[in-house]
């Protein structure tokens, strides 16, 4: 077998110049130098629902396989190749769905096929499905190399190649949610001290909804923002108070300065809307939490599994947009946070999504459900994918829907 960094090195040599259309024979193509039967790439759809295979070239194109390389016939170890047709896979109920959302490589019973989790940081981007004869530990850790590869050559074409775009969403998406898309950063960022992840919903229609979280100089900065409405202006508004609030901070200024920045923003170009916000930002080192609230629901800070009552609620500031010109700034609210604290951000289409006899979810059941899933020990972004899950069957969302969940939890 040839050894595994000289394989991983042509890999990544041979995928300088090639669309994510070539990526899939260039992984398995190295699978089967490692000893594999074959390898599959298979991306998570933008609501996390599904697994999509990103699918090989045309079979003249592809890569032979050698012929001195197995070649089993049963129906779990058979070898993925360019020419064997792959059906998107259900994230609930399936082995690709349990490692994507564990995190953890799944095996067959039969030992042949293994599913492999990508994972961009600790953004979960898709699986790697795997075969072989059989695994040992060696080719186990191969392929986890082989994975970690494969994610960075997906996520380098992510921004620009249709390919990847195309297998991450399951229909047409409006166009103030392509604006919202195009401006919000990674669900999932996080270090070994801290874990920021976001949902946004209805992910296809967004209109006035975003998110922003970021890393930097020992800070994780944050902000979730709704623009009032649910059409392009909103969308518009909203992006426009990201590009103010990453430009202020960026220039080092104070999260009242960020607020400033985008009410006066929008009041000069977008005057007919409003914003409100909550914005943040979290000292790794110590578990300071610092943020100001404009107009917004306030946080929810949960702790040994409970929400501390009335831990997060002030006086909220006026919404952005207003003009507020020489008025007071926002005032900023503090608190340490202790390891293993959470501090859940919503904006009020969550709690108000209604069930078919027209009651709301309310604060209280978004809490008792992400105190649930974190109690079964899920991750936080695990944690907000099912309680998203949970929202669409039982409830009908009214206006978008965006969750944050942070969770500080230092060495």
């Known amino acids: 077998m040839p050894n595994e960094d000289a394989v991983l090195s042509a890999l990544l040599a041979s995928s300088n110049r090639v669309t994510a259309a070539d990526i899939p024979a260039l992984i398995d ?10 390898a599959q790439v298979y991306l998570a759809d933008l609501q996390q629902a599904r697994l999509t295979p990103l699918v090989h070239p045309a079979p003249e194109t592809a890569s032979p396989i050698e012929p001195n390389e197995p070649n089993e016939t049963n129906e779990t170890s058979k070898p993925i190749g360019p020419s064997e047709p792959s059906e998107p896979i259900q994230i609930e109920g399936s082995m690709a769905g349990l490692a994507y959302r564990t995190q953890r490589t799944q095996r067959s019973r039969d030992d042949c096929t293994a599913w492999v989790p990508m994972i961009d940081g600790v953004e979960r981007v898709g699986v790697l499905r795997v075969t072989a004869p059989c695994f040992e530990d060696a080719l186990l850790e191969s392929c986890a190399a082989l994975s970690g590869l494969a994610t960075l050559l997906v996520m380098a074409k992510a921004s620009h190649d249709e390919l990847v775009v195309d297998r991450t969403r399951s229909r047409t998406m409006t166009t103030q949610a392509e604006l919202l898309w195009a401006f919000v950063p990674p669900r999932t960022i996080g270090t070994d001290d801290v874990t920021s992840t976001a949902i946004l919903e209805p992910a296809y229609e967004a209109g006035g909804d975003a998110f922003d979280h970021s890393l930097g100089d020992g800070v994780l900065h944050l902000a979730l923002l709704d623009a009032m409405g649910h059409d392009l202006a909103s969308g518009g508004a ?3 108070a990201l590009g103010a ?3 202020t901070r960026r220039a080092g200024g104070t999260l009242a300065d960020i607020a400033t920045t985008i009410d006066t923003t929008l009041s000069e170009w977008i005057p007919d809307r409003l914003l409100t916000a909550v914005i943040a930002r979290l000292d790794i080192a110590t578990g300071q939490f610092t943020w100001i609230n404009c ?7 949960i702790r040994e599994g409970h929400v501390v009552p009335q831990a997060m609620e002030f006086p909220a500031h006026l919404p952005l947009g207003l003009g507020l010109g020489q008025a007071a700034a926002p005032d900023e609210h503090h608190i340490r946070l202790q390891p293993g604290d959470r501090v859940l951000l919503y904006s009020d289409g969550v709690t108000e999504a209604r069930t078919s006899d027209g009651s709301l979810f309310g604060e209280q059941r978004l809490a008792d459900s992400v105190i649930r899933s974190m109690a079964s020990g899920n991750a936080p972004p695990e944690t907000l994918r099912r309680l998203v899950r949970n929202l669409h069957e039982h409830h009908r969302l009214h206006d978008d829907a965006t969750i944050m969940l942070v969770r500080w939890h230092p060495h």
């Open 238 to 240: 909203s992006a426009v």
């Open 29 to 38: 193509e190295a699978g089967r130098k490692l000893g594999l039967s074959g």
């Open 295 to 301: 107009g917004h629901p306030p946080p929810l800070l």
């Open 245 to 247: 609030s990453r430009a």
